[in-house]
């Protein structure tokens, strides 16, 4: 979870920015949608929390691969559940996520141990036989 000192909060929230983030939203889900004032307030709630039209962006754009691709439902993109800071927050760093390790050096290979004598091969197979008939008396 974001702390409030590492998400970046912005001074000036105002009616254009409402209002593009708004239309950019319309625009990336096909939708035509009003602005009302609890639209209008949930909007400047999330700008103000930091997020921007990038973000916006990218969150839509995950959504949509993850409900074509059958992993979530479609009502993830509704704008009620879309703009709670905390779900969009939650999303947006879903999409960030990495799938894949980065890549690394490969690992420091061990030495391998010395090889065993014969005696201590020899004693090794007995322990595996008498570890398998005992397993055999158990089973009967």
Same mark, same amino acid.
């Given at each position: 979870m974001m702390s409030s000192s590492t998400l970046p909060v912005s001074c000036s929230v105002d009616?254009?920015?409402?209002?593009?983030?708004?239309?950019?939203?319309?625009? /990336?889900? $096909?939708?035509?949608? *009003? !602005?009302?004032?609890? *639209?209008?307030? !949930?909007?400047?709630? /999330? =700008? +103000?929390?930091g997020f921007t039209a990038e973000d916006l962006r990218r969150v839509i754009g995950y959504l949509q691969r993850e409900i074509r691709a059958g992993r979530r439902n479609v009502g993830a993109l509704k704008l009620s559940n879309l703009l709670q800071p905390d779900r969009f927050e939650e999303d947006l760093q879903i999409s +960030?996520? &990495? =799938? +894949?390790? /980065?890549?690394?050096?490969?690992?420091?290979?061990?030495?391998?141990?010395?090889? =065993?004598?014969?005696?201590?091969?020899?004693? $090794?197979?007995? &322990?595996?036989?008498?570890?398998?008939?005992?397993?055999?008396?158990? /089973?009967?």
């Open positions: 009616a254009t920015a409402i209002n593009t983030a708004h239309q950019l939203y319309c625009q /990336l889900t $096909g939708q035509s949608l *009003r !602005m009302a004032f609890d *639209r209008e307030r !949930m909007w400047f709630e /999330l =700008l +103000r929390a +960030r996520v &990495r =799938l +894949r390790p /980065l890549p690394s050096s490969p690992p420091a290979s061990k030495p391998n141990p010395p090889p =065993l004598s014969a005696h201590q091969q020899q004693q $090794g197979w007995e &322990r595996a036989l008498e570890c398998l008939r005992q397993i055999k008396s158990t /089973l009967r």
